[in-house]
């Protein structure tokens, strides 16, 4: 593992620690850059509109990480699928979470995802945790750096203050973000009530 990769485990760690001692997430915990993760360069170019109303929740279904380095792989073969195979012009996300309890960044705040259907993809913000989750739910860690993420988007200006949480199931066919994490997700604060 890279000495930065380890730094930045380690500042996520000391940082989601201060998130436990107060009432709220800590708000912009560290987001572990591009370069850091050797992401391939980005040839996407629609730009979103922000502050964004709505956040996507989703999982990746594919294999779990919990290390930084087991975590930086995952996100790379997340973001070689989407740019190889299917032809996308980056990783789909905005953001991805580790079970390490890292944010990843994919698209950011300032690209359109290819997350869901077009109209949805201009209109939100997605995370997506990576892993399968229909029979667990992610780690404490990894739910900590999603919720500090969002506060980090409204803190900055990037997504509304009064956003609304959605899991992927929510705006397309899908199974997506798994059964757990999407009953979990049902008991954030920011997800509309049925």
Same mark, same amino acid.
């Given at each position: 593992m890279s000495r930065r990769l380890l730094a930045w485990a380690l500042l996520g760690f000391l940082r989601l620690g201060e998130a436990q001692k107060t009432e709220a997430p800590a708000c912009c915990s560290p987001i572990v850059p591009r370069n850091e993760w050797s992401a391939l360069q980005s040839e996407c170019t629609q730009r979103l509109s922000l502050p964004l109303r709505y956040v996507v929740v989703s999982h990746t279904a594919g294999s779990s990480c919990n290390t930084p380095a087991s975590c930086q792989q995952q996100t790379q073969n997340v973001q070689s699928y989407h740019v190889k195979t299917l032809r996308w012009c980056d990783v789909g996300y905005n953001f991805l979470i580790g079970e390490d309890g890292l944010v990843y960044e994919g698209r950011g705040w300032?690209?359109? *995802?290819?997350?869901?259907d077009r109209s949805w993809n201009t209109m939100s913000i997605s995370i997506s945790f990576m892993g399968n989750y229909m029979d667990r739910v992610p780690p404490p860690r990894a739910l900590r750096a999603a919720q500090g993420l969002v506060a980090c988007g409204v803190a900055q200006g990037a997504l509304k203050s009064n956003y609304v949480v959605k *899991?992927?199931?929510?705006?397309q066919r899908t199974l997506s973000p798994g059964d757990q994490l999407y009953k979990l997700i049902q008991n954030w604060p920011h997800y509309p009530s049925h």
């Open positions: 300032n690209f359109t *995802g290819a997350h869901a *899991g992927h199931r929510d705006v």
